[in-house]
T-cell receptor, first 117, second 112 residues
Framework: DQQVKQNSPSLSVQEGRISILNCDYT??????FLWYKKYPAEGPTFLIS?????DKNEDGRFTVFLNKSAKHLSLHIVPSQPGDSAVYFC????????????????FGQGTILTVHP | DGGITQSPKYLFRKEGQNVTLSCEQN?????MYWYRQDPGQGLRLIYY???????QKGDIAEGYSVSREKKESFPLTVTSAQKNPTAFYLC???????????FGPGTRLTVL
């Protein structure tokens, strides 16, 4: 049962254009979402996150949008650069009744982003 | 210079042998995690530990074992019971019950 899905295995974008990576989830208990970037043979590095009380979070060239009703989030990279070429994973976490994080992340399958010069 | 260390980077073992993967962190994080990544798949949680001397099974714990005797160390043993052990293994840590996890560089295990 894939609770977090990234339906596009790959995305190819020209340098300077916008990259949009999508992620869908099914578990309504998820209320915190993260995006990680991963290069081959390396560990993922944290990019940006969003809590379910927000619908948008920006950090430089990276913006994450959350649509709770559609259980959908997206990562926008503007402008895209060749160094952004990597695998991008979305991840989700839920809160327990006490309002603290479970601390467990559920990851999507990843999307390979290629930015052409 | 704080971070997470996994050793070795590449590991080869014969089928039927147990093997232990090392994970050490000096971030003073309470929680540590082990994930497995296979081609075309996301990261799947094997085991996690929120505090010393306590750990929980993740989604794919069968064939694996862990220990958490020290805050900074969380070794993973891949036993001969694991049917498909060849994979890329990632260790992570976080502040207690905090969402953002920090990852090590990974160990690629190949069972021949």
């Amino acid at each position: 049962d894939q609770q977090v899905k990234q339906n596009s295995p790959s995305l190819s974008v020209q340098e300077g254009r916008i990259s949009i990576l999508n992620c869908d989830y099914t578990n309504s208990m998820f209320d915190y979402f993260l995006w990680y970037k991963k290069y081959p043979a390396e560990g993922p590095t944290f990019l940006i996150s969003i809590s379910s009380i927000k619908d948008k979070n920006e950090d430089g060239r990276f913006t994450v949008f959350l649509n709770k009703s559609a259980k959908h989030l997206s990562l926008h990279i503007v402008p895209s650069q060749p160094g952004d070429s990597a695998v991008y994973f979305c991840a989700a976490s839920g809160m327990n009744a006490g309002g603290t994080s479970y601390g467990k992340l559920t990851f999507g399958q990843g999307t390979i982003l290629t930015v052409h010069p | 210079d704080g971070g997470i260390t996994q050793s070795p980077k590449y590991l080869f073992r014969k089928e039927g042998q147990n093997v232990t993967l090392s994970c050490e962190q000096n971030l003073n994080h309470d929680a540590m995690y082990w994930y497995r990544q296979d081609p075309g798949q996301g990261l799947r949680l094997i085991y996690y530990s929120q505090i010393v001397n306590d750990f929980q099974k993740g989604d794919i714990a069968e064939g694996y074992s862990v220990s958490r005797e020290k805050k900074e160390s969380f070794p993973l043993t891949v036993t001969s019971a694991q049917k498909n052990p060849t994979a890329f293994y990632l260790c992570a840590s976080s502040i207690f019950l905090h969402n953002e996890q920090f990852f090590g560089p990974g160990t690629r295990l190949t069972v021949l």
